[in-house]
């Protein structure tokens, strides 16, 4: 009887066992995909910060183009005035 009470709770262990290795596995497995995740975001978010750092940039060089356009601009005016009074 005692040795059915202890090959019983010996089964008992062995299943708690495998169920244990089981989920040991399956957090390991999602573990892997989690920082994979991480790993996939952390390089997306350095490209959008690249892009946005490029996009910068590009803002600055465009406001100086505009403004060197603004500063023709008013010299233009001012040759076309001058013009404008050696014609009358």
Do not use: C
Not at 55 to 60: D, K, P, S, T, Y
């Amino acid at each position: 009887m005692e040795q059915e009470k202890l090959d019983e709770a010996k089964k008992f262990l062995q299943e708690d066992n495998v169920k244990f290795e089981q989920l040991a596995n399956d957090n390991e497995r999602e573990a892997k995909k989690a920082g994979e995740a991480v790993t996939k975001k952390s390089d997306d978010k350095k490209e959008l910060a690249n892009k946005i750092t490029e996009l910068a940039a590009e803002e600055v060089q465009k406001d100086t183009q505009i403004k060197k356009y603004e500063d023709d601009l008013v010299i233009y005016k001012e040759h076309k005035k001058f013009l404008d009074i050696l014609a009358i």
